[in-house]
Nanobody, 124 residues
Framework: QVQLVESGGGLVQAGGSLRLSCAAS????????MGWFRQTPGKDREFVAG????????NYAESVKGRFSISRDNAQNTVVLQMNSLKPEDAAVYYC?????????????????WGQGTQVTVSS
């Protein structure tokens, strides 16, 4: 069992930055590929970014490439999503998720553990 808790959401103006953190507790954090997803009302959860167990590989949705950066600290059991140059269309509830699978997955169904989500609002 892995418990995930996100923090760092809030209101920011377009062009601004936010740093989301996800703190993990429970079973060995380094044994999980981690991902960030986002969701807006009426839509499915959308893959944003993922990172492998050691942090050696990352993957991003096309819509956030060059603006968002995912990283992890296995000693601190945390994964971070640094979001820069935010746009109004980035507004959503952002979720941290964990999967025991070996590769980065882009489907929400492949992730086993989820946080409660943190709201990101971007004003234009």
């Amino acid at each position: 069992q892995v418990q995930l808790v996100e923090s760092g959401g809030g209101l920011v103006q377009a062009g601004g930055s936010l740093r989301l953190s996800c703190a993990a507790s429970g079973r060995a954090f380094s044994g999980y590929v981690m991902g960030w997803f986002r969701q807006t009302p009426g839509k499915d959860r959308e893959f944003v970014a993922g990172i492998t167990r050691t942090g050696g590989l990352t993957n991003y949705a096309e819509s956030v490439k060059g603006r968002f950066s995912i990283s992890r600290d296995n000693a601190q059991n945390t994964v971070v999503l640094q979001m820069n140059s935010l746009k109004p269309e980035d507004a959503a509830v952002y979720y941290c998720a964990a999967t025991p699978q070996y590769l980065i997955r882009k489907r929400a169904d492949d992730y086993v553990y989820w946080g409660q989500g943190t709201q990101v609002t971007v004003s234009s």
